[in-house]
Every structure is written in structure tokens, then in C-alpha cells.
């Protein structure tokens, strides 16, 4: 009898998504185990309780996810759960904080999209500014953003901690590729002035870009909002736009609203799920994976 497919679910929260739960059980994982108020002195035990509790050939129905609402901590796990194997028990890894991590690669594929097929071009040397960026998701999509060549900028309430978590980017996350930039919200009239492309990654419900910010910005190309909370976190853009103008944008600019992101950030991580199903040889999977799917579930569309 073939063993079930178990994902053992860690998160630092008081609970486990429910969002996270439905996603591993459609994606095909049978058994979905909630590991609440995990600690990172709390993984080495819980992963080598895992792999050790089958044999190597049946590991490959086993896997771990983790979740949480930090960034820097879910990674900081995963390095753990690397560390902790002892092969050949070894088991595939899955980090997306708070779905940050598929969430910010689906928001910049669909802003890749959006600027190749309506500008011909690329992320490569754009302005960008990452508004109410400080939280998870602005993080992941300033890092994959500079990865593929952009020039970002994080924005936030506060110029100290938009600094700080500039440099957590740029020293955890950007491996010596990235320069990201911080900025105040008070500024930011100066910075859409040179702005290529714009996210909205802040609390919902609270409008970061207004009419009158996008109809001053001379060279404005994408704006993005994952808000889907009233107001709009972008002016002008509704939860269902998808690569629709903007009115009173001077330069053409199109928006990418939180439904049409949400649908590639769905298929990203339905994907990654799957690949660890599919395996043959334990994966280590985060932010720079949850974009390259995103990145190819785009292509397949536009195929």
C-alpha cells in the first residue's frame, strides 16, 4: 500500500491559513498538518521527526511548508529545515510567508507582461516604486523586482524603517544583486515624476497613489495594486482591472488590479505545490521560484 501525501504546515502564527490549507489539499497533498506558534529553535525536531518516520523511498510523499507573517524568519527556517536533513532522509521545503512570496511573483509577471507586450520592454533598468512596501509582499516584489534588473525603491510611512527593511532586502535576500533604495511617503510626489512602474503593496483600504500623483507622472507605464478592499490602493485601478489605462495617466500608464494578480499568484503556488509532489529529488523552494512559475503559467496564456 503507497503511503499518503503528508505536508506538514509550520507557521509562527496563532494559526495556519486557511487560503494555505485549500491550496495544499487541492494541489493533491492528502493529509495538510497545522504546526501553530513554531519557534525557529522548534524546526530541527519537527523536520527530523518527519524523516525519519518513513524510509527514504516513501520521503518522497512528505513534504514541509512553511508560512508565518515575516519574511526574514521563513527563510530563516527553511535555511534550518535545509540544515536538518540528513540524507538520503531528506524532504522538499516550501516557504510563502502570508503568501508574500506567490503573491509579489505574481504581481511582477504581470507587470512584465503588461510592459512588454503594451511598451516592448522589460523590468530591466525601470524606476520602481514599491509603496507601502515595507510589509511581506513589498519586500519579496522589490527583491524579485532588482533581481531582474530594476532600479526600486522602497517606500514607506516612516524614512528609518523603509531604510531598514532596504537594507534586510538587500544583505538577507538580494545575495550581493540588489540596491534597493528607500524613500519616505512624503516624497513621493518627487519619486512618481521618475517612476516606470508602481506597486501597491500597503494595508487595504488605504488609497498610496492618488489621480492627481499618476496625471504628474511624465514616463508612468504599470501600476499595480494587490488591494482589493474599497478604496483602491492606486487611483483608478479596480480589483478586476487587467492591464486596463488608466484614466488621467499622460503617459498611457495601465494598471494590473488584486483579482487579476490573485489568479497568477493562485497558479504559482498551486505549481510549487505540485512540484514538490512531483520531486524526484527534495526541492527548496521561496520567492525566486514562486516568480520563475509565474513567469511561465504567463507565457503558457499568452502562447
Known amino acids: 500500500m503507497e503511503k499518503p501525501f503528508i505536508l506538514h504546515m509550520l507557521t509562527t502564527a496563532k494559526n495556519l491559513s486557511p487560503f494555505d490549507v485549500n491550496m495544499a489539499m487541492d494541489a493533491g497533498w492528502v493529509s495538510a498538518i497545522p504546526y501553530t506558534n513554531i519557534e525557529a529553535s522548534e524546526v530541527q525536531g519537527l523536520v527530523q521527526d518527519a524523516i525519519f518516520s518513513r524510509s527514504a523511498k516513501n520521503l ?56 512588454l507586450t503594451k511598451f516592448n520592454t522589460t523590468l530591466e533598468g525601470k524606476n520602481i516604486l514599491a509603496l507601502g512596501g515595507t510589509g511581506p509582499v513589498g519586500q519579496a516584489a522589490a527583491v524579485i523586482s532588482a533581481k531582474a534588473g530594476a532600479n526600486v525603491r522602497i517606500i514607506g510611512r516612516q524614512l528609518d524603517r523603509a531604510q ?76 478586476l482591472s487587467n492591464g486596463t489605462p488608466i484614466t488621467g495617466s499622460i503617459s498611457g500608464a495601465v494598471g494590473i488590479g488584486a483579482l487579476a494578480i490573485g489568479n497568477v499568484k493562485y497558479q504559482a503556488q498551486n505549481l510549487l505545490l505540485k512540484r514538490m509532489i512531483n520531486a524526484e529529488k527534495p526541492v527548496y523552494l521561496h520567492f525566486e521560484h514562486a516568480f520563475e512559475v509565474a513567469r511561465e503559467y504567463i507565457k503558457s496564456k499568452q502562447a
Do not use: H, W
Request: with cysteine.
Open 60 to 115: 518522497k510523499r512528505t513534504s514541509i511548508f512553511i508560512g508565518g507573517r515575516d519574511t526574514k524568519q521563513a527563510m530563516d527556517m527553511m535555511k534550518i529545515a535545509k540544515r536538518s536533513m540528513v540524507p538520503p532522509f531528506e524532504v522538499s521545503v516550501f516557504a510563502d510567508p502570508s503568501g508574500a512570496f506567490t503573491t509579489a511573483a505574481g504581481m511582477v509577471a504581470a507587470v512584465e507582461r503588461e510592459l
Open 164 to 239: 531598514s527593511i532596504a537594507d534586510l532586502c538587500n544583505t538577507e535576500f538580494g545575495d550581493g544583486d540588489t540596491n534597493i533604495l528607500a524613500g519616505a511617503d512624503a516624497d513621493k510626489a518627487e519619486y512618481i515624476k521618475t517612476a516606470d512602474v508602481v506597486f501597491a503593496t500597503g494595508a487595504a483600504g488605504i488609497e498610496l497613489l492618488s489621480a492627481e500623483l499618476i496625471a504628474s507622472a511624465p514616463q508612468l507605464k504599470v501600476a499595480a495594486d494587490v488591494n482589493a478592499v474599497p478604496p483602491a490602493g492606486i487611483a483608478g485601478i479596480d480589483a
